[in-house]
């Protein structure tokens, strides 16, 4: 039995973490290591950190849907190929080794940093649609590798599709974000079935989390309909050095700060 304060802290994270993930991503930066410290094992907190993202990312498809911002074209041809690689990624999620992969991710992410900075006109671009267009067999093709990734672990996802819609796809950075929450969607569900059925998910946390996480992200996808592109992109920026810092230094180090302000709380 958890003590009290954990329950409000869970639903804080949960609202946290479906705002960064909605405009930006790598939301799961808080909840992940949250769901550790509360004492699941590495496996659970993954397979149970879906739940939240589930239904964040429904609210925000939702939500961008009715404010004519979602192409269901593309989330539609982009998510075929990103479901089946979760689906071998959530199959494989036991086997990897996640400590070498969470580092070269780590690196990626510092990668992505630098290249937003110096293509920073595609991300202020506003009210320009653009789209998917006819797509390219490399779409699909890194489409299928990000599922892989997103059913393995999911953090940090949420910005490497946000940059391929931006930069490889030509989506302007609110387009891309409704695009992005529907597939992100997809490859959860589909993850979530192997999660299930290997009893790897803790409903009680995942939804008092999820509860947090669908207020959490319809308020953001409110703000992306009408937010300048200039401070998504800002966040997207922060959000990607945060992660960085995560995964290059582990989520230890995010289990230790939740340590020390329960301890002064």
């Known amino acids: 039995m958890l003590d009290w304060y954990f329950y409000p802290l869970m639903i804080i994270a949960g ?48 939500t961008f849907y009715r404010g004519r911002l979602l192409d269901i074209r593309a989330a539609v041809i982009l998510g075929i190929p990103a479901v089946m690689g979760s689906i071998l990624g959530a199959m494989i999620a036991v086997s990897l080794d996640e400590k070498t992969m969470r580092m070269v991710i780590g690196c990626a992410m510092v990668m992505i940093a630098v290249l937003i900075q110096f293509n920073s006109a595609r991300w202020l671009t506003e009210h320009v649609m653009a789209g998917l267009g006819k797509p390219k067999w490399f779409h699909m093709v890194l489409m299928f590798v990000l599922g892989i990734y997103a059913g393995f672990i999911q953090l940090g996802v949420g910005v490497f ?34 999660f299930q059925g290997n009893h790897q998910i803790n409903w009680t946390l995942g939804l ?58």
């Not at 401070?231 to 230094?249: C, E, K, P």
């Open 161 to 194: 599709i946000l940059t391929t819609l931006v930069m490889g796809i030509g989506y302007d950075t609110r387009h891309a974000n409704a695009v992005k929450v529907a597939i992100i969607l997809v490859v959860n569900l589909a993850a979530t079935i192997i």
């Open 15 to 62: 609202f946290a973490a479906g705002f960064i993930n909605t405009l930006a991503g790598s939301g799961s930066i808080l909840t992940l290591p949250l769901l550790l410290y509360l004492g699941l094992p590495a496996s659970m907190a993954n397979a149970t950190n879906r739940i939240n993202v589930i239904f964040q990312n429904l609210t925000g498809a939702v």
């Open 208 to 265: 008092i989390i999820a509860a947090g996480s669908m207020l959490g992200a319809w308020v953001a996808a409110r703000y992306a309909i009408h937010w300048n592109p200039k401070w998504i992109y800002r966040l997207l920026i922060l959000v990607v050095i945060l992660t960085a810092m995560n995964l290059l230094g582990g989520v230890v180090l995010l289990g230790s700060f939740f340590t020390n302000v329960l301890k002064i709380l």
